[in-house]
């Protein structure tokens, strides 16, 4: 049977000019790499005063993120600029010491032996928007990336802060962020070709503004996360108990900083990989009547859980192909703190090495039929990825996603619990174009029909 394949920008069969590039880089990530991006190990480009590098081989990305990580565990000047004014020293851009204690206390409190604590809150979230859904009348038009992205930001605010406190301040945190991201959605062309760091970044005073309030929600948040008395479990009070044990010992600042952290880098993340999973289903009728078919035969009326989780390895390879295909973090970015090589060639201090996911994930001379959506590869049996170092959603090396097993589990459960009894059909006539800005989403909206299953 031939598999679906699900739309990918045009390739271009010309490597674009060096001003072409950023163009099309600020309005999509991906839509910039050339037919021979998904062919070659290697690529380099000019920029100015910059040279950037991209790996697009598993020998490659294993010799830089894994052999060469102290040389290029820097994040690029622009993932910096970004994001401190909201994020501080946190460990998604500190690097060194700082970067060392914070991720000995973030890896322990999301590590994947403290799944069975973190999944009920997964499963509460999932229950509460099904209970929704169950509510509403068949055919109603949804925003299916809106209803994922509302979804995941309560189950990560219910897992920071407390199930109870979580609840109510999610729409509070959700606004503050997005009103940031809006601001900082443009690529900051300075630091990508290199301008020195000292010139003024044009909205940086409106950036600050942003982040000063997404910090007092995430200030008063704490306070009442920390302070009370009879506290409920959570990330916070696990992480802030991880630090004193081990003798980092955050202050309110850091652990600020690090909510902040696991916040933005926990919940779109898996809003976008939920989202495409719905469009991919709703495009490929086998593949969802084998989803539905799994979910029916392990799942009662109530939501999946976690001993369930392990029950429903096809709705697992589901997500991991939808990981494949539309990896939410396609492009990761390190800054070379030392002269250094790859692959025998010379890469300078200040570089930027960039590890391609989304090229990766579809080069010709890795995968079968790279294009398609053929979950059956990730099954028992299907061969899985062709090297740990060719499939990369949560990225590897020291600086791997510390939340990958929270953010498989949850998109699982999330996915299970609510295909049980429902499914979502693609608005009619509607086309979507992946598109990357900061994170890879089916466009700005995904509009589908709910249906309910029998
Ligand atoms: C499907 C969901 C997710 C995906 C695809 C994903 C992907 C990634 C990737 C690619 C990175 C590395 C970025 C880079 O190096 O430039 C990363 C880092 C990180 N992620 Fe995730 N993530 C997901 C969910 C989560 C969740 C649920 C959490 C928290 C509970 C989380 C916490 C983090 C943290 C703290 C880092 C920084 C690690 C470091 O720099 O040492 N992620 N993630």
Redesign the pocket.
Known sequence: MIAYTPPFPERPLQAASALQLLLTARRNLVAIWPDSAFDRPFLTHKLLRRRLVVVNSPELVREVFVEKAEVFQR?SAQ?RHALEPLIGDG????DGET?KG??RA??TV?HVSKLAE?APAMSAGAGHLLADWKGRAAGTEIDALSEMAEL?AGI?CA?IFGQRLGARSAAAVVGAFSAYQNLIGQIDVMSLLGLPEFLPRWQGWRVGRAARKIQRVLDGLITEALDREAGEAS?LRSLSASASEDGTGFDRQAIRN?AA??FM???E??A??LAWAWFLLSQDGETERRLHAEVDSVLGDGPATFEDVKRLPFTRAV?EET?RLY???P????EAVADSTIGGRTVKRGDLVV?N?WTLHRHRRLWDEPDAFRPDRFMPGGGGAPSRYAY????IG???????A???T??VICLATLARHHRLKLRPGWVVEPTCRLSLRPGTRLPMLLEHRP
Do not use: D, M, Y
């Open positions: 994040k993932q460990l998604f851009i500190s970067w914070r991720r973030v890896q999301t973190l995941t990560i897992s990330l690090e952290v696991l880098a926990g919940h993340t898996t976008n990989t997500i990981l990896p939410p973090v492009l990761q970015a390190r590890l996911a990369v959603p949560f990225s020291p600086r791997i996603c510390t939340g990958a929270f953010g498989l949850e998109a």
